[in-house]
């Protein structure tokens, strides 16, 4: 019996105008020793200039947007980028620094080309984590366990996931996904309705002191219900599924 080929995987980062930020990200991931995918989402011209300094880096790739349109557009660019240069997996970190480096190295274990889980991070906040956002994250948590019957997906909107480059893609050209924010939560969702395997995996998450976060509060609420209420008609659509599924498995892990 022939071993499966090694995985190839990349460091994922979509990066907006986080020019104080975005090099100790890439110095932490660093670490890794497996190469960085940027993608410009469009920043303002000082983070640009600093992409295109940390471009001259061998290890580093810069892909750049023609204008910022969103971090679920910046990640399916990354993810497209990153199966044309041939990498099976992208490991999905977010470039303001907020998760703790250390805890990276568990995404990686065990990988070989043919691996299709998807590993996705869930926070371990410390006291710098505002409350609001704490607590604010259970509605949609909610949400992804009334949409997928389950309880397998413990935490869709961490920031760290390592997503299986080539089958990812194949879902997304089926389903869009969302282009901001709802990204995150869809593609997990309907990965769970695809039948495939996640494994959920513990991140420290401190939030940095330049705090810039990009989340609109109306417009993507706005787009984050319209992608609850798309969901819930999907699982409705899909519900004798689920619910034999449930019946037999509880939830698909790896």
């Known amino acids: 019996m022939t071993s499966e080929a090694p995985a190839r995987p990349c460091v994922l980062i979509p990066v907006y105008n986080h020019a104080h930020a975005i090099g100790q990200t890439c110095?932490?991931?660093?670490?890794l020793h497996i190469p960085i995918l940027l993608v410009d989402d469009g920043s303002h011209s000082e983070c640009a200039k600093v992409l295109d300094e940390l471009a001259t880096n061998d290890d580093i790739v810069l892909l750049r947007l023609p204008r910022n349109m969103g971090k679920g557009a910046?990640?399916?660019?990354?993810l497209r980028e990153a199966e044309a240069l041939g990498f099976t997996h992208a490991l999905q970190v977010d470039a303001d620094g907020q998760h703790d480096p250390d805890?990276?190295?568990a995404f990686l274990t065990d990988l070989d080309s043919q691996?299709?889980?998807l590993r996705i991070g869930y926070p371990r906040f410390d006291d710098s984590v505002p409350r609001h956002r704490f607590y604010s994250r259970y509605i949609t948590h909610m949400l992804v366990w009334l949409n997928t019957l389950s309880l397998t997906l413990r935490d869709t909107m961490c920031g760290v996931k390592l997503y299986p480059v080539a089958r990812v893609n194949r879902i997304v050209t089926q389903h869009a996904c969302g282009e901001r924010m709802e990204f995150d939560?869809?593609?997990p969702v309907r990965w769970v309705w695809e039948g495939l395997p996640?494994?959920?995996?513990p991140v420290r998450v401190h939030y940095p002191l330049d705090g810039v976060s990009h989340f609109d509060l109306w417009h993507d609420n706005v787009l984050l219900a319209g992608m609850h209420t798309r969901l819930f008609i999907g699982m409705l659509a899909r519900l004798p599924m689920l619910l034999r599924r449930r019946f037999m498995n509880s939830g698909i892990h790896e």
């Open 27 to 31: 110095d932490n991931v660093r670490r």
């Open 74 to 78: 910046a990640v399916k660019a990354g």
């Open 103 to 105: 805890d990276f190295d």
């Open 115 to 117: 691996h299709e889980a």
């Open 185 to 187: 939560t869809e593609l």
């Open 198 to 201: 996640v494994r959920n995996l």
